[in-house]
């Protein structure tokens, strides 16, 4: 299994990470700029444009606000 967590430094991104060291699976962080999470490749994985997102073998899972 490969897993990728795509994150911003100060946003809510950082617990997925703290979670990730902690339980340590092997994974690779990739940290996000603004501009990053415009890009035509990143709004592939997620449409809002936000992170978190973790691609677990090439499937993207997202956070969702509940309402």
């Known amino acids: 299994m490969t897993m990728k967590l795509y ?16 339980i340590d699976p092997p994974y690779t962080a990739r940290k996000m700029t603004k ?11 997620n449409t809002a444009g936000a992170v978190p997102v973790l691609e677990i073998d090439g499937w993207p899972w997202q956070h969702r606000l509940s309402r």
Do not use: K, V
């Open 7 to 22: 994150y911003s430094p100060g946003a809510c991104s950082m617990s997925d990470h703290i979670a990730l060291e902690w």
């Open 35 to 45: 501009e990053g999470l415009q890009s035509p490749d990143y709004l592939m994985l």
